[in-house]
């Protein structure tokens, strides 16, 4: 019995260690376009508007994406470790791989970019002879924009097209404008995810678009939990914000696109 417990032991302690296997370190340029701070906020709520806006500008024009990208740092600089090869961190981010799926948009998918960057490696910023290193990134979208007392939306998104599909998909009566709630939504403790109507004066047609199911969609996303049947409300909410989405209903004199926006109420 001692030599079996002894064996169970040796095997825990064996997956452990495999759990636990270090990661691969890569060292980045600082670039003052993708900034290392512990708060981008503060950070720009202590700058005069004039400047804020100057950076803004040019932070359009050097940055070929939709959005910040920005990293928090992890602890004081270091100075005894001497990196090998320092990359460009533009030209990594402002790779196509790491945008959402579609054709047109530059929208950064910080999912993709967690998985292939900060879950993968260690990540070192250079800045002369110090080390800054990185605990994590977050994302925020340049849009809405306010300019000349007019709000600015993103037009450079790729479209979703989903079948509206009675079964997974319902609207809850006395709702204005209508919504669209998921059978399975409103299970987590933080909120509720759901769809509103939007634009219900103009119904744009297309002529031929893939129309995929939602539920399917869903269900094999990221932010859907199977053991559980719970979706993570406020994470698919960001997901479905970066694209333009429409419900396809087929009437029996033509086919009705109906666009839609996502929202997750917070509990």
């Not at 790729?158 to 079964?167: A, C, S």
């Not at 939504?185 to 103009?202: L, M, N, P």
Request: with cysteine; aromatic share 16%; charged share 30%.
């Amino acid at each position: 019995m001692k030599t079996f417990l002894l064996i169970i032991s040796s095997l825990k302690f064996i997956i452990l260690t495999a759990q636990v296997k270090e990661k691969d370190t890569l060292f980045f340029n600082l670039d003052k376009y993708y900034t290392i701070s512990s708060s981008i906020e503060l950070k720009q709520s202590n700058e005069k508007y004039t400047q804020k806006l100057a950076f803004q500008k040019m932070q359009f024009r050097q940055t070929n994406t939709d959005g910040y990208i920005y990293f928090t740092a992890d602890s004081l600089p270091q100075k005894e470790i001497k990196p090998k090869k320092i990359l460009s961190i533009k030209d990594y981010i402002e790779n196509k791989k790491f945008y959402y799926d579609g054709n047109h948009n530059k929208i950064v998918d910080k999912w993709k970019l967690k998985d292939s960057l900060t879950d993968k490696y260690v990540i070192f910023f250079v800045n002369g002879n110090e080390l800054i290193k990185s605990k994590n990134l977050e994302y925020i979208s340049y849009y809405p924009i306010q300019k000349d007392l007019k709000i600015v939306e993103n037009r450079r998104k790729d479209t979703l097209f989903f079948k509206l599909d009675n079964k997974y998909i319902y609207e809850p009566e006395h709702c204005t404008p209508k919504r669209y709630l998921l059978k399975d939504g409103g299970k987590s403790k933080t909120g509720t995810f759901f769809f509103e109507e939007f634009d219900v004066q103009t119904r744009p047609r297309f002529k031929s678009k893939k129309i995929l199911n939602l539920e399917s969609f869903v269900h094999s996303s990221r932010f859907y939990n199977s053991e559980l049947n719970i979706i993570e409300d406020r994470n698919l909410s960001d997901f479905f914000s970066n694209y333009v989405v429409f419900l396809f209903r087929d009437t029996e004199n033509k086919d009705d696109y109906i666009q839609i926006k996502s929202y997750s109420t917070i509990e």
